[in-house]
């Protein structure tokens, strides 16, 4: 049984955004921009995409 992932790209610096917006992109697993995580599709990691989707692509 496979899980459902989400790849999240970062395509906006995070320079100047708020202190917890940052952490949250950190807590996604991203570093730097234009990097690329894929995650699984769960609650917590679709509320934390919601919270910085300014800064990030999304594809499902």
Do not use: F
């Not at 690329?36 to 499902?60: A, F, H, I, W």
């Amino acid at each position: 049984m496979s899980e459902k992932t989400i790849k999240v790209t970062l395509v906006k610096s995070v320079i100047g955004t708020k202190q917890s917006h940052r952490a949250t992109v950190r807590g996604l697993g991203l570093r730097r921009m234009n990097h690329c995580v894929e995650l699984q599709d769960t609650p917590e990691v679709r509320g934390m995409v919601n919270k910085v989707s300014y800064l990030l692509k999304c594809e499902g």
